[in-house]
């Protein structure tokens, strides 16, 4: 990664950069600014709109209503989106928040949410999914939003993926028990094959773990892998970074860092 400005406050805007005029903040960017902060005018803002790059910026003016940024300059130019879908069984409360974080900050481009037999939660606050993104973006100096997925049954979510999308669903009761090794025996078929890089997608199971029907529907599946990842009964939240780190190391972009 290129080198990057940490001192300087992050912030997402949803409009096109660079735009007529000024950038229009809202009420709750303006008092993390002014109040929290306690930037005054002509500090230094990083923005992004996740289509058109980091730009920095400067506060050009600051009213009783709101704040307005004026752009000086592009940052980083948009990076190449990425290609992994992170599919899970919802958790309750701090616990998805911190999942949907992580995934963000270790390159998942789509997050969806899969209903399955021993999911905890059935419903999801998809608008607090896309804050928690968002959060992590600014934080992290992230350029690309995911896209935030209504909920799906498995059946359903599972049928949605493209068939040269490779799954990867993680099972206590797999077989295969390095996780590296057969993800980089794919790696080198791929190589083989002259294939390339291919679409990834990842499924985390909930704390109950899949059942028997669930786990027949995912092997039947044409171009996906089960597995293991270790010998201890990981938290879904916890077994979410593992398995990421794992796959973003072997077949994701981490390879090209």
């Not at 679409?199 to 704390?207: C, F, K, M, N, S």
């Not at 938290?235 to 796959?247: E, S």
């Amino acid at each position: 990664m290129a080198s990057y400005d940490f001192r300087a406050p992050r912030l997402f805007v949803d409009v096109p950069l660079p735009g007529a005029g000024g950038v229009a903040l809202d009420k709750t960017q303006a008092n993390y600014l002014g109040n929290v902060l306690r930037l005054g005018v002509g500090a230094a803002v990083l923005v992004f709109n996740g289509r058109d790059g980091e730009w920095r910026a400067e506060i050009a003016e600051i009213g009783r209503k709101g704040m307005t940024l004026s752009l000086v300059g592009r940052t980083r130019p948009q990076p190449p989106a990425a290609d992994l879908h992170y599919l899970f069984a919802p958790l309750k409360h701090a616990r998805l928040d911190y999942m949907v974080q992580k995934a963000v900050e270790m390159g998942a481009s789509r997050l969806a949410p899969v209903i399955t037999r021993r999911t905890q939660a059935s419903r999801v606050n998809l608008e607090r999914m896309r804050a928690n993104a968002i959060e992590a973006a600014e934080q992290c100096g992230i350029l690309a939003l995911p896209e935030v997925a209504e909920e799906r049954r498995l059946p359903e979510a599972v049928a949605l993926l493209e068939p040269e999308r490779l799954l990867v669903f993680c099972d206590e009761e797999a077989d295969v028990a390095d996780p590296v090794e057969a993800l980089s025996r794919l790696r080198e078929e791929a190589r083989r094959n002259g294939t390339g890089a291919m679409p990834l997608a990842l499924l985390i199971g909930p704390e109950g773990g899949f059942d028997a029907a669930e786990r027949a529907l995912l092997a039947a599946r044409p171009n996906v892998l089960r597995l293991s990842l270790g010998p201890r009964i990981l938290r879904a939240d916890t077994a979410a970074v593992a398995a990421l780190a794992v796959l973003q190391a072997v077949l994701g972009d981490w390879r090209g860092a």
